[in-house]
């Protein structure tokens, strides 16, 4: 059993399964991640997929604001991924609201909702930012898998 | 028997988060229920904390895709309310950078369509190809999606000769690279089988529902606000491009034939580029009321601006294509196949952001 | 004041959308403004037809009822439900009335752009 186990544990920090969620974001950060998937960045060569279920996904990356609707779908898919993982808070908005801190809809960052692991800063953060976070990610992905024996 | 099918906020598809109520028939869709709010921030009320030339920062990020047109519409209206000349240079240097704007949301576009009815590898090369356009931004502005060029009474950055060779050469080779999947896009069975007739909007409705950009030019329209002439646009030679079947297909044809009449615009401005001044030196406070509107990738933007003499505007209105073909969208909805649904929502391209500010 | 402007009241609203629908005119889109000084809202509707645009311009009190639009043009309905979050102004018979719930989630009860909240203090006393 334990075998099988390591052998699975393996197999997740070769090839984490990343869902993106969009939580209210300007649309900035979105075509970033999107554009990492495509030839010129092509993080499938590390063997980072992007899945549209969040139960078969070992990270979690959310860019954008949280806004008072959009908390609970959060905080739902949040609930919905498996053990261990990791969230990534993207680009200035998911750090703290960015330049739409003091809008009237805006709850503040991420971590306001979900724990957060990494932050990847900028507005948007380039490319190669965003693919080291989600290999920075994966560290504390390791750490905890460690961490649980 | 009827069903309630939730479509979004989290699909595949979708890119962002909207949330579509359809009522099904067996696999017909009668109705559909728009539900918003998911990345609803409210920016236009910033304009209390923040001054306009703040704001202009906050207009780029109602959409990160299309920035650098908000920015330039915004400026446009502040300007026109404080009467600043701009210089001349100013004006080419902005349609260049909307234009380049305008190819890299297209191909964006284009790929996601591809993706959306299952043709990966077209998405994959739509996407490597607009590479070169976010180049062309990063090496001209410094940054790859919101560029901030667009400050009020000009701009900020400047081009050199060989950066303006540079990027000539790219246009071209962009544009010799949509040329080759021209064939695959619009000439596949595979394709038009997915989109020809499938969420038909005829001419009368697309006027009557107030759609705008491609959903009103592929029905016939030849509508498009780049031929009111603003910037240095009335210096230049357009055409707008019109298609009359009016069902997704046509409204992807003219999105992809745009792309070449950007590429014509971005040469055209760069050949009669004038010297000159980049940014008008002013002092002024912002008074009274404006409009302004200006063509984005998705269609017409339109902006209400009224300033109260102070450097905070009293009210700034952002009506954005999106916004305005909803309403379009949830009349092609009834009566489509369940199957043909992300089909038809992706074929007006929704940018969310942008409808709900 | 902006070229091509021309002002409604209450009554002559309906018809004069009317009349634009008739003629062809597109409904481009619906702006509200609070006046802050004489407590009313300005409601402005642009239209355009051939690249040609004009605005018809309601000024009402805060507290009356302005009748939809969306009966003649559809595309009303997002902007008057969302003028209907943000100010509270009060428009009766929308095609699809969201009830001040387009953007904002129900536990919300101010309007965020004025200090009126006429509209959402219905919908609160209704719950009561
Ligand atoms: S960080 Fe910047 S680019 Fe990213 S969502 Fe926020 S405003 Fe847009």
């Given at each position: 059993m334990s075998m099988l186990k390591d052998w699975i544990n393996k197999g997740r920090l070769k090839s984490p399964w990343v869902v993106h969620f969009d939580c209210g974001s300007c649309n900035g950060c979105d075509i970033e991640v999107l554009a990492c998937l495509?030839?010129?960045?092509?993080v499938e060569r590390f063997g980072i997929l992007n899945i549209g279920d969040p139960k078969h996904a070992d990270v979690l990356l959310v860019t954008g604001t949280v806004n008072h609707r959009n908390k609970h779908v959060l905080k739902n898919i949040y609930d919905q991924m498996p053990e261990p993982k990791a969230v990534i808070a993207m680009g200035a908005c998911g750090l703290t609201?960015?330049?739409?801190?003091?809008?009237?809809n805006v709850v503040g960052g991420v971590d306001k909702v979900i724990p957060v692991d990494v932050y990847v800063r900028g507005c948007p953060p380039k490319p190669e930012a965003i693919i080291d976070g989600v290999v920075l990610a994966l560290e504390k992905v390791k750490a905890k898998l460690e961490a649980a024996g | 028997m009827r069903t309630i099918l939730p479509f979004g906020p989290q699909h595949p598809v979708l890119p962002e988060p909207i949330h579509l109520k359809l009522v099904v028939e067996e696999e017909k869709v009668v109705e559909a229920l728009p539900n918003l709010g998911y990345v609803h921030r409210g920016l236009e009320k910033l304009t209390d904390i923040r001054d306009y030339n703040q704001m202009v920062n906050i207009v780029e990020r109602v959409c990160g895709i299309c920035s650098c047109i908000h920015a330039l519409n915004f400026c446009e209206a502040v300007e026109e309310m404080m009467k600043i000349e701009v210089p001349q240079r100013a004006h080419f240097l902005r349609v260049m950078w909307s234009e380049i704007h305008r190819i890299h949301s297209h191909l964006l576009w284009l790929g996601l369509f591809a993706d959306g009815f299952g043709f990966e590898s077209l998405f994959m090369q739509l996407w490597r190809i607009r590479e070169r356009s976010m180049d062309l931004m990063e090496a001209t502005a410094g940054n790859r999606v919101v560029i901030s060029t667009n400050i009020v009474g000009g701009v900020r950055k400047d081009i050199t000769e060989e950066q303006k060779t540079w990027i000539l050469a790219e246009i071209d080779k962009i544009e010799a690279e949509v040329r080759q999947v021209e064939k695959t896009l619009l000439s596949d069975y595979t394709v038009k089988s997915r989109c020809c007739g499938k969420g038909v909007l005829t001419k009368e409705q697309a006027h009557q529902l107030g759609a705008v950009g491609p959903c009103l030019r592929g029905s016939g329209?030849?509508?498009?606000?780049?031929m009111t002439g603003y910037a240095a646009y009335g210096q230049l030679d357009f055409e707008p491009v019109v298609e009359h079947d009016g069902d997704s297909y046509a409204r992807c044809v003219v999105r992809f034939r745009e792309v070449y009449t950007s590429c014509d615009l971005v040469r055209q401005a760069l050949a009669k580029l004038p010297g000159g001044e980049l940014a008008a030196k002013f002092k002024a406070k912002p008074e009274g009321e404006v409009w302004r509107r200006v063509e984005q990738p998705r269609g017409e933007l339109f902006y209400y601006i009224k300033g109260n003499g102070s450097k905070f505007l009293e009210r700034v209105r952002i009506r954005t294509p999106t916004f305005a073909n909803i309403p379009p969208l949830l009349a092609m909805?009834?009566?489509?196949?369940l199957a043909d649904v992300p089909v038809i929502v992706l074929s007006i391209d929704p940018c969310i952001s942008c409808t709900e500010r | 004041m902006l070229a091509n402007e021309q002002a409604v009241t209450v009554d002559t609203l309906i018809p004069e959308c009317q009349t634009r629908f008739d003629a062809g005119l597109r409904l481009v889109g619906i702006s509200a403004v609070e006046i802050k000084t004489d407590s009313t809202f300005d409601v402005l509707y642009h239209f355009d037809k051939d690249l040609q645009v004009s605005h018809l311009r309601l000024n009402v009190p805060k507290a009356d009822a302005v009748p939809s639009i969306s009966g003649v043009y559809f595309a009303a309905l997002l902007a008057e439900n969302e003028i209907k979050d943000q100010f509270g102004v009060n428009f009766q018979n929308i095609v699809i009335d969201f009830g001040c719930t387009l953007y904002l989630e129900p536990e919300v009860v101010k309007s965020p752009f004025c200090t009126f909240t006429f509209a959402k203090k219905d919908k609160v006393k209704e719950e009561a």
């Open positions: 495509t030839p010129v960045y092509d609201g960015g330049v739409f801190r003091e809008a009237y | 329209w030849a509508q498009d606000a780049r909805l009834p009566g489509c196949d | -």
